[in-house]
């Protein structure tokens, strides 16, 4: 049965709520619904009333629309050959896409909070966890519709083909995945590509590492089997949070309810002791016996590139099918940037869980953390801007984030730079790497980290999962900190002047932003994060 720990009773409204919902400027989201009406407000929803065949049109619909902004999330209201479905099922796709807006309203954040500063938000609310609340049956609205046993057919829900070489139809990946850890009964929530194998089956694919798939060795390695859910409809924090890589011990849910401000209404799954998403769209109940394996895929990959096709998957017999009237179908298609809906929420969301880690490791000087969406969805490359208080910081910390939990699996390349290099300003990475980083000095690499079977670059496939991280040091070398080439930069004074008569100026747009200003000439270092004569680097007063 469900541990204690796994849910609290509250009230309607606690401190913590209350300060999410101000600073949002209002309620936390409740459900699927609520977000796209708010996400309708910002002027980012197009409903697509013509019929619109699931079979690779609505997934070229949504890669093409990725790349035109603002991108907006794509609600096809009437899938082709669907009309008389008793279902009635709807398909959301390009959910939050590389929209900064969508992925900030998700977050219970304004939706023009700037990139860095919604991160740092982020990884504020990471450290704050509220367990899930458990409400009856009566007050789930996902038992609105129950199927079960022999009624169930998975072919009356419109599950789309994304890519043309794809081995089958794929529910969800957009979706959040449900299993119960056979020793220490905590629950975890993933997000794992599942594929169309019959009227009540669909196989489960899961890379290496990943909590599911322990779950299911373990539960396989002790003759047992093991229930697992599926919510194919979900508010799209779930799909944040459940790609995440926390601690073995704490629930998804618990940090889902930090970030909302308020305890994740759950209820309790009908043939197991699962706890659900009660306001979920869809959710599909199943159990994977041991050793229960059906060959799956390929499909068309979060690198852009097609996974190779499984000879083995774990196969989930589907017992109960539970769905709102007129379900809505999360779709997330992957490809490359910026059609690939992993790059924009991932990129955010994981650049908090390390900046959150380094916090935990206590790790002084971190003023900026970015997982580059473009870079393979997020996974590839992350940038952490410190300032460097200590002979070896950086190499400290390009060391650290290569392997905290948040940044260990994939990550290819982690640079280092100043405080006064903006990280999501690729631009100014860039410059750093050319202007501070000697390759012969400043680049390390790490082998047999850990890696995916999805990454195309090591071949023969067998290679995998291993791979290699190099690490960028692309700040300005510390020991020569005092007499490093001064960089130009504007003086405040006249920044301050040049802004305030912008658009008299008839000038375009806004006053960009800058990071870094010409220090007071009395300083013998002409820049932000310098050092007065006669101190050291490193040395505060």
């Not at 919604?118 to 899930?132: F, Q, T």
């Not at 199943?286 to 799956?296: D, F, L, Q, T, W």
């Not at 852009?304 to 769905?323: D, I, K, S």
């Not at 690729?426 to 750093?432: H, K």
Request: aromatic letters at 8%.
């Amino acid at each position: 049965m469900s541990k204690v720990a796994d849910v609290s009773v509250v009230g309607s409204k606690n401190t913590n709520q209350r300060e999410t919902a101000e600073t949002a400027g209002g309620e936390p989201i409740a459900d699927l619904r609520e977000w796209l009406a708010r996400v309708e407000e910002i002027g980012e929803l197009v409903r697509v009333q013509k019929p619109v065949d699931r079979d690779e049109e609505m997934s070229a619909i949504s890669y093409l629309v990725a790349k035109q902004p603002p991108s907006p999330a794509i609600l096809f209201e009437r899938p082709k050959g669907f009309d008389g479905s008793v279902i009635g099922a709807r398909l959301l796709w390009n959910i939050l896409g590389p929209s900064v807006r969508r992925i900030a309203l998700t977050l219970e954040e304004p939706a023009n909070t700037p990139t860095v500063e919604l991160i740092r938000r982020v990884k504020d609310k990471l450290k704050r966890r509220l367990p899930p609340r458990e409400v009856s049956a009566k007050q789930a609205p996902v038992f609105e519709n129950t199927v079960t046993g022999e009624n169930i057919d998975l072919n009356l829900l419109p599950i789309p083909r994304h890519w043309p070489r794809d081995g089958g139809r794929y529910a969800g990946t957009g979706d959040a995945v449900i299993t119960r850890d056979p020793d220490s009964g905590y629950l975890n929530i993933g997000t794992y590509r599942m594929m169309l194998q019959g009227k009540s089956q669909v196989g489960l694919y899961l890379s290496p590492g990943k909590d599911a798939r322990l779950h299911i060795t373990r539960a396989w390695q002790q003759g047992k089997a093991i229930n697992v859910a599926a919510a194919w409809g979900i508010d799209p924090l779930f799909m944040l949070v459940g790609s995440q890589t926390f601690p073995k011990n704490i629930s998804e849910y618990d940090h889902a309810g930090g970030i909302k401000g308020q305890p994740i209404p759950v209820v309790r799954a009908q043939t197991s002791d699962l706890l659900i998403p009660a306001n979920a769209e869809l959710v599909i109940e199943g159990v994977i016996r041991p050793n229960s394996v059906k060959a799956e895929g390929p499909f068309g990959e979060f690198p852009g590139y097609y996974g190779r096709p499984e000879a083995g998957c774990p196969l989930v017999g589907v017992t109960a099918v539970h769905y709102r009237s007129q379900p809505i179908l999360t779709n997330a298609l992957m490809a490359d940037y910026p059609s690939c809906e992993q790059s924009g929420f991932f990129s955010v969301i994981r650049s908090a869980k390390i900046w959150d880690d380094l916090d935990k490791l206590g790790i002084p000087g971190i003023h900026g953390v970015y997982s580059h969406p473009a870079a393979a969805g997020g996974f590839g490359m992350t940038v952490i801007s410190l300032e460097q208080r200590h002979a070896g910081h950086a190499a400290q910390v390009l060391a650290l984030a290569a392997q905290v939990p948040g940044g260990a699996y994939y990550t290819k390349w982690i640079i280092a730079v100043d405080e006064d290099v903006d990280p999501t300003d690729m631009d100014q990475v860039i410059w750093a790497m050319a202007s501070r980083c000697n390759p012969i000095d400043d680049i390390d690499i790490l082998r047999n980290t850990w890696s995916t079977w999805l990454d195309p670059t090591q071949n023969p496939p067998e290679k995998r999962p291993y791979g290699s991280k190099a690490l960028i040091n692309a700040c300005k070398e510390h020991r020569h900190l005092p007499v490093f080439s001064k960089r130009t930069t504007l003086r405040k004074e006249i920044y301050d002047r040049v802004a305030a008569r912008w658009t008299e100026l008839g000038l375009p747009g806004t006053t960009p932003t800058v990071r870094a200003f010409d220090a007071d000439s009395s300083f013998g270092y002409h820049e932000v994060g310098g050092f007065e004569p006669g101190r050291q680097p490193g040395e505060t007063k």
